[in-house]
């Protein structure tokens, strides 16, 4: 399966933020959205998700449109995003939490998810019947990106995971959706730790003011001059 984005544009109100972004990411790979604050990074993963509605361009999951689907008409379709300061139910447990996010599965490929997201995760295994509330950050950021793991989405859309978290946390979140993306599910990764997230991506795109500038492998990225000097202080 493969994601791809062409020339899409949006904005909020008459304020516009994307202009012409467009970039593609296919099972298997990791792909970081790289860019200072307010370049449109959220901004992208909320209209690719159909949070927000585009202006102009197209989404596509391989061949097929997503512009007229919900957004829980495209997490059917296996497009799963784990959004910006995680949204969490801070009141229900680890477990129902998790559950929200494979409700369209039937029960037993439910329980199944449930097995799987335990196993890469073995802390929220042994808080299921916490609130999600009281978890530390680090744990909070693995039960959201669990709870969209749960509903088995080829395409994953990851949202500044290690925002609030120790450099130590931070690592072993992107470490796991390594993982993730070495078991055959597309990972689109938004991070603010630049040099982090290129020691896991395969690929790389640079965004200024709504759109692309600068695309690459992570090796190409990590030794150009502009991206050092803007975003890892060499």
Known sequence: MRLSVTNLTTGYGKAQVLFGLTLEVATGELVALLGANGAGKTTALRTISGLLRPWGGDVRLDETSLLSLSAAQRARRGLGHVPEGRQLFPLMSVEENLLLGSAFLAWPQRQERLERIYTLFPRLAERRGQMAGTLSGGEQ??????????????????????????????EEVLTTLAQVKAEGVGVLLVEQNVALSLEVADRGYVVEHGKVVLSGSAKELLSNQGVQKAYLAL
């Open 141 to 170: 950021q693995m039960l959201a990106i669990g709870r969209a793991l749960m509903g088995r989405p080829r395409i994953l859309m990851v949202d500044e995971p290690s925002l609030g978290l120790s450099p130590k946390l931070a």
